[in-house]
Each structure stands twice: as structure tokens, then as C-alpha cells.
């Protein structure tokens, strides 16, 4: 796609990157806010400026947390009680596209619009709809390719080797998954998972169509708009940076068209003078009268 099928009206910046996995956030949180705000949730402010969103039957929670004591700046719980610990949890941390945290949010409120059974179903190995695979699809379309980094975790990585999908097999700790980097699923890119450019992770039971949203985003090939005064090194040296182009002209109207041959005719001649009878007296000409 080409950067100028990519614009959107409500976008922002002065330079295209691509691949989208290289830009950083846009530092402004209403596009993640919007879809699950639009649906009436709750939202109030904490005296530090953090968010918080929760739905009408206060089965799912959001938290947008720029004050936090680490850099998880988005924290998504969904929960079979309202009173009990969380059925699943997912975070993006400070640097995430913000394109990635929205299609995450907004496939919650499609889930939460159609139900528990929706925002709240399991993965399924094997089922047509459920299976957490399918989140894996929308990135070998792209040509991702799959690794095996340790025994116990596979992996996927894009093309240009600096974006990794990691799903952990085995038995997890929940309370691990929700508080640290150690989940099912850890999405990040950059050159060291231990120093990434940006990371989402997600725990076991997160739902696959939610998952399957982000790697759809991720895999996206139109690139994202971006300031080039706030593209880190990283994003310079790695990504492709393109230039915003003034949007070709609009087609010419068919009034247009006749308005351009008329302007191209040669100018028509004055026409000749012709001499006109006057009902005025012709003035007295010199000499004697007769």
C-alpha cells in the first residue's frame, strides 16, 4: 500500500514508517480509549493522571497508566467475578503503536457487545474459532517464519528479523503472567528481549479473535504517520522512513473540461465598424450657403 492510501484525516506527522512494527507510540491514549468509551463504560482519573474504564457489569477493566511505577502504560483484565482475580490480562508497555493497543480495544468492545461468552472464551486447541493459533495467521500471510528460540517456547519472526511473536508452552503461573513479561504471549520488537523496542504480552486465556486483532495490526503492510523529530534512533536506522506527499489533484469535472478547450480557441475578431444614421443634425459644414 502505497503512503498515500495510507492517510487518515484524524492522523497526524510528517513521515511514513514502514515496516509499522519499527514506529513507536503517538503518545495520546483517546485512540485506545475511544471504542470501549463509546460503549458507555465508566471512566475516572486518579490524582496522578492515570485512567480507568470499566464496563457496566465490571467484568473488564482498563487501566491507562502513564504514572505507573513501571512502563506498563496499558493494563486490560477481564474477569468471571467482578470480585476475583482476573481471567486474563493484557498489557502494552509505553512504547507500543498506539494503532496495535486500538485494534486490541476496539475487537473487546465487538466481544463485550456480543457477551461474556465472547469477551470471555478460553482458547480452544483445534476449534474453528477459538484455536490460539489463528492469532499466528494473519503474520506467516506476511511471510513471518517460525523459530525455536528454547525448548519450551516457540516463536515467529517478521521478515526483517526485528518484530517476535513468543508463545510459552507448559505450565504458567497466573499472578506471574499478569504482573511480569513472563506470559503465554509476548509480542515485542527489536534486536534484545531484553531490551526492546516495544513489547505486549498476554496471558493464558486471553481470547484468540482479541489476540488475533493485534497481529492483524502488526502485519498490516500500510505504513503508520509519525513525527520525524520523534522517531528514535532505532526506528532511523531500521525502518523506511517516506516523506508525506501533497495529495494528487482531484479529476477535472466535465465543466472543467469545457472551461480548458474554451480558454485554448483562438480570440474571435472584432467586428467591422458600420456606419450608423444619426436622427441628430449633422454639424454645418464651412463656406458660403447657396
Known amino acids: 500500500m502505497s503512503p498515500q492510501s495510507a492517510r487518515h484525516a484524524d492522523l497526524d506527522g510528517d513521515v511514513y514508517v514502514f515496516p509499522r512494527h519499527l514506529a513507536r507510540t503517538t503518545a495520546v491514549g483517546d485512540p485506545g480509549l475511544d471504542p ?20 457496566p457489569d465490571g467484568r473488564v477493566r482498563l487501566g491507562y497508566l502513564p504514572e505507573s511505577e513501571d512502563d506498563g502504560l496499558w493494563r486490560i483484565n477481564a474477569y468471571r ?20 493497543v486500538t485494534a486490541f480495544t476496539t475487537a473487546l ?25 489463528l492469532a499466528v495467521d494473519p503474520l506467516i500471510a506476511r511471510g513471518w517464519q517460525f523459530d525455536r528460540p528454547s525448548p ?30 513472563d506470559a503465554r ?7 534484545s528481549t531484553a531490551r526492546p523496542f516495544w513489547y505486549a504480552t498476554a ?9 488475533r486483532a493485534v497481529t492483524e495490526a502488526v502485519a498490516d503492510p500500510a505504513p503508520l504517520l509519525r513525527w520525524r523529530a520523534d522517531t528514535d534512533s532505532y526506528v532511523k536506522g531500521h525502518a523506511q522512513l517516506s516523506p508525506i506527499l501533497p495529495p494528487s489533484p482531484s479529476p477535472p469535472t466535465p465543466l472543467d ?7 485554448r480557441r483562438p480570440a474571435a475578431l472584432p ?3 458600420v456606419p450608423r444614421w444619426s436622427t441628430t443634425s449633422r454639424p454645418a459644414l464651412p463656406g458660403p450657403r447657396c
Request: hydrophobic content about 40%.
Open 36 to 55: 470501549l468509551r463509546n460503549l458507555g463504560w465508566d471512566l475516572h482519573n486518579d490524582d496522578l493522571g492515570n485512567a480507568y474504564l470499566t464496563a
Open 81 to 100: 467475578d467482578p470480585l476475583g482475580p482476573p481471567a486474563w490480562g493484557v498489557c502494552f508497555n509505553a512504547d507500543a503503536p498506539t494503532e496495535f
Open 109 to 133: 468492545a465487538t466481544a463485550y457487545r456480543d457477551g461474556p461468552d465472547h469477551y470471555l472464551a478460553r482458547p480452544v486447541a483445534g476449534s474453528p474459532e477459538r484455536d490460539p493459533f
Open 152 to 181: 519450551d517456547t516457540f516463536a515467529i519472526t517478521s521478515p526483517d528479523g526485528l518484530a517476535h511473536l513468543e508463545y510459552t508452552t507448559g505450565d504458567l503461573d497466573p499472578a506471574i503472567e499478569l504482573d511480569t513479561r
Open 185 to 191: 504471549w509476548h509480542l515485542w520488537a527489536g534486536t
Open 203 to 211: 496471558s493464558t486465556d486471553t481470547p484468540a479473535a482479541l489476540l
Open 257 to 263: 473540461v469545457r472551461r480548458a478547450a474554451a480558454s
Open 271 to 273: 467586428a467591422a465598424s
